[in-house]
């Protein structure tokens, strides 16, 4: 196996693999968590490990957890659950090549910072930026410098700041969250894939890992207090817009509620706060998060899901609710998994083979089903959720 710093070095066939979202990353992770659990062999693991690792490993400045040589870290970090030394000498390579390429992200973000540009997820999101290089980290190299300054960067990135005259939190991008969703002027994301829930749960991981540094509680607080202001109240349960733009920082008007997904609706943010509140003891709003988090899984916000994928679907509810119900102070969120996990199981094929929104992601949550117990490998890990 081998890492390539040149993109334009790479062809569609050799990157294309290398996608965790989309790629043969997430259909290794399924081979690898059933090889553990004694389903299939690890002839079968060891196949889809090389249909994964095709061609030269993308390591170059714009890789992030879910593509690339992180992506390709985080699968083969998986194949030693067991306490096997699997892929040693590789997985030695590509942890060299994330040290330099979060240093590499750090000191662009530390430039950006310094010029006063707004952020972008690229720079900091889960999928693509610095909390998903943080979330490898914590899961592979916890003790690290590198992990210390990514905290650093995003303890940073909670403090407010001004745009165009008007006070934002730190995360704010002046890009859209969709090419059709535009937000004129910029937004501050409320998600955990690309927002706030995905620095509050980083910092929240960080923490109960013992991993702290300075101002890191503080940040943890300023997050909270922000999904406070913005939590929306209805007979359903509560709620949180997926994204504030300038024009509902101004008037505070919020339209919703959307759909109780993991990459944006309340299960990922209710999961984070509950991190949160498990991190810093405080018990009042670890019971509203877990009150939060079990209104998701009836009617009528669970009819709004209608897609079976881990990212805006059923199986993304269900593994949260899982990892959430392990750390509940009721019953009441570990009572209502059986109904969704009949729904899941009871669910067609995903569309498409990827890990977030297509069979992969599917699959992995049936093992977790089937068994009864946390995946072996923590594949969710890279979901934040645990």
Known sequence: MTATHTPAALTLAEAGPQSLATGAVGA????????LNGTDDWTDAQQSVRQATVGPVDAGSHTGLYYGAPAIAFMLHTTTADGRPRYQTARQTLDQHIRRLTRQRLNAAGD??????????????LFHGLVGIGALLLHQAPDSDELG??????????????HDGLPVPGWWVDHDPDP???TPGGHANAGMAHGAAGLLALLAHATLAGRKIDGQAEAIERLCAWFDQWRQESPDGPWWPQWISRDQLRTGRIHGPGRPSWCYGAPGIARAQQLAATATGDRTRQ?????????????PQL????DPGLCHGLAGLYQTAYRAAADAS??????????LAELILGSGRAAGDGFLTGHAGVALTRETIRTGTPPRTRWDACLLIT
């Open 28 to 35: 290794a992770l399924v081979a690898i968590e059933r090889a």
């Open 180 to 182: 059709i969703l535009p």
């Open 112 to 125: 950006r910072v310094r010029q006063g540009r707004s952020a972008t997820f690229a720079e900091y999101d």
């Open 287 to 299: 019971a509203t998060a877990e009150q939060t988090l079990a209104a998701c899984l009836t009617s």
């Open 303 to 306: 009819d709004r899901i209608t």
């Open 330 to 339: 009721t019953p009441t969120i570990a009572q209502r998994l059986p109904a």
């Open 149 to 162: 300054d990514v905290l650093r960067h995003v303890v940073r990135l909670t403090e407010p700041r001004r």
